[in-house]
């Protein structure tokens, strides 16, 4: 039997489009952000935090070339954008105006990623589907560890993955949560995984069965990315 073993997430996005007016032409920041950044950061720049931070107020955040260095290197979720140089300025003069149009000719910009002028419609933005708490809406678990069997298709086993600490408080466990990165296997049998995003816990899974057999914290009061932790498995 080859077995898979795979993380995954039941949460609900939303988006939309909405119409291009002709009649009003798009400066050129505004198409770049537009056609690069709204998908992510929606068209009021808002975004959809965690995962897509609100790029609101940035200059009150971040200087000008804080921002060029993100979009040349990326950061977390956000890839960087290579061969982006002449579209960088008039971007980050945008942001940097909080979305007020500059000054300039609402030319279309000649970017596979930045033409919208042209385009009947523009998407505008992904959204996170919640309840009026914040919590996905949609029945939990929100994040699953599953093992399949590949010859078949068959789930061999399926177990919630991640917690929030709140709801555990309340009593509300097991729920799962988003996670982002895949599980290790040893050769013991031990699936090791970090990856939810609100509890910052480590855990180790009996790969056979799915069983719990282990958990650590991860550096909660931590940024992420703040530290390398290093575990050792127990001698026999």
Known sequence: MTRHLVNANDVVWTGSLTKNDPSKPIPPGAQVYQGACSSCHGLDRKGSPPEFPSLVGIGARMSEQEIRNILTTGRGRMPPFPGFDEYKKPLIDYLLSDGAPMPGAAREIQNPVARVNNAPYRFTGYRR?????????????????????????????KVPLG??????????????SEN????????????????????????AFDRRTGSLLWRAARDPKGPRGSAYVAFALPQR
């Open 129 to 157: 589907f919640t309840d009026p708490d914040g919590y996905p809406a949609v029945k939990p678990p929100w994040g699953t560890l599953n093992a399949i069997d590949l010859n078949t298709g068959r789930y061999l086993w």
């Open 163 to 176: 917690e929030y600490p709140e709801l555990v408080a309340q009593g509300l466990a097991d729920t799962g």
């Open 180 to 203: 982002y990165g895949g599980p290790v296997v040893t050769a013991g049998g031990l699936v090791i995984i970090g990856a939810t995003k609100f509890d910052r816990q480590i855990r």
